[in-house]
């Protein structure tokens, strides 16, 4: 298993619930790849440099995950056509 971190935007939009229940979707989108939740930062809604898709701001959320190297695909196709995310990046983090 290999350790990722996934940073993942969502839409300013979202109250309270819808977002925890995205943040829930995503959590079990990393599960069904047969991932490993370690820890979920919600760092809360942070103000865009520059505008993205109509939108200036968005709440911001890292998830640091362990999961085999061919999982990570289907969870970045998901993040893909997922309305509500408006940027994610998936990175690979050294391990200690």
Known sequence: MRAYELMVIYVPQLDEEALAAQIEKTKDLILGV???IEK???WGK???AYEIN???EGFYVVIDFKAESGATSEV???LKIT???VRYLLVRREEE
């Open 34 to 36: 047969g991932g490993e």
């Open 40 to 42: 979920v930062d919600q």
């Open 46 to 48: 942070r103000r865009f």
């Open 54 to 56: 109509d939108n200036t």
């Open 76 to 78: 970045e196709r998901i």
């Open 83 to 85: 309305d509500e995310v």
